[in-house]
């Protein structure tokens, strides 16, 4: 699967949304309750009350994207239940994203280009 760059945001609510909603309805969610801008760039992440379901909505330039992934086999991790969202890296997404414990991945420190001698 080709992932995020490192330069992108991803937001998780981490309480459970109705998985009946589609793209619109779940990019009036991110308006009413993250109180952000669904077409800012930023990907937004939802869960079903079942562990197994994920849900993103994200603005690509052209129009909103919906992609929903249910896990065959085992559960997404989450963050406890409760109201509010939290940030993820790049990595931790991808992680997430292929079912594996995010909590668990550390980030990779960023190195500076090394300058020209001479």
Same mark, same amino acid.
């Given at each position: 699967?080709? %992932?995020?760059?490192?330069?992108?945001?991803?937001?998780?609510? *981490? #309480?459970?949304?109705?998985?009946?909603?589609?793209?619109?309805g779940?990019?009036?969610?991110?308006?009413?309750?993250? %109180?952000a801008?669904?077409?800012?760039?930023?990907?937004?992440?939802?869960?079903? #009350?079942?562990?197994?379901?994920?849900?993103?909505?994200?603005?690509?330039?052209t129009?909103?994207?919906?992609?929903? #992934?249910?896990?065959?086999?085992?559960?997404?991790?989450?963050? #406890?239940?409760?109201?509010? *969202?939290?940030?993820?890296?790049?990595? !931790?997404?991808?992680?997430?994203?292929?079912?594996?414990?995010?909590?668990?991945? !550390?980030?990779?420190?960023?190195?500076?280009?090394?300058?020209?001698?001479?």
């Amino acid at each position: 699967m080709i %992932g995020p760059t490192g330069a992108v945001r991803v937001m998780v609510a *981490t #309480k459970p949304v109705d998985f009946r909603k589609g793209a619109e309805g779940l990019a009036a969610l991110v308006r009413e309750t993250i %109180g952000a801008d669904p077409f800012d760039g930023a990907i937004y992440v939802f869960r079903a #009350k079942r562990a197994d379901r994920i849900k993103l909505v994200y603005w690509d330039g052209t129009g909103v994207c919906l992609f929903a #992934k249910r896990l065959e086999d085992g559960e997404f991790r989450w963050p #406890k239940i409760e109201d509010g *969202t939290m940030r993820l890296s790049a990595t !931790q997404f991808s992680a997430l994203l292929e079912g594996l414990d995010w909590r668990r991945v !550390q980030c990779a420190k960023e190195t500076p280009a090394p300058a020209l001698s001479g």
